[in-house]
């Protein structure tokens, strides 16, 4: 059974980095889709991005150009670099892990069977 436990996550200023990891066990994440989702108070989980089997990554166009997913062979870590960060970004950031595809993974939070606790990202203006 996979087991996701997140971290990285805190308080920056607008423009400012942060970088999430998402450490596996019990499973090899990336033979699957792997993927990031956020969810804000009062809104539902929405996906951030994901990565394949074959490493393609997939991003929301929200995140675009600004968030980047990798994965971590040698420490089957999943993580998620994020720059110019916006205060419409504070969320708890959840990684994922689902059945893996030939295509670019899916976004939908039902495609995902197991789910980490989530670590907290606060963005101020």
């Known amino acids: 059974q996979v087991h996701l436990v997140e971290s990285g996550g805190g308080s920056v200023q607008a423009g400012g980095s942060l970088r999430l990891s998402c450490v596996a066990s019990g499973y090899i994440i990336s033979r699957g889709c792997m993927a990031w989702f956020r969810q804000a108070p009062g809104k539902q989980r929405e996906g951030v991005a994901s990565?394949?089997?074959?490493?393609?990554?997939s991003a929301a166009e929200s995140v675009k150009g600004r968030f980047t997913i990798s994965y971590d062979n040698a420490k089957n870590t999943l993580t998620l670099q994020m720059d110019s960060l916006k205060p419409e970004d504070t969320a708890m950031y959840y990684c994922?892990?689902?059945?893996?595809?030939?295509?670019?993974?899916?976004?939908?939070?039902?495609?995902?069977?197991?789910w980490g606790q989530g670590t907290q990202v606060t963005v101020s203006a």
């Open positions: 990565m394949n089997r074959h490493m393609w990554p």
């Open positions: 994922a892990t689902g059945p893996s595809s030939v295509n670019y993974c899916s976004m939908a939070r039902s495609y995902y069977g197991a």
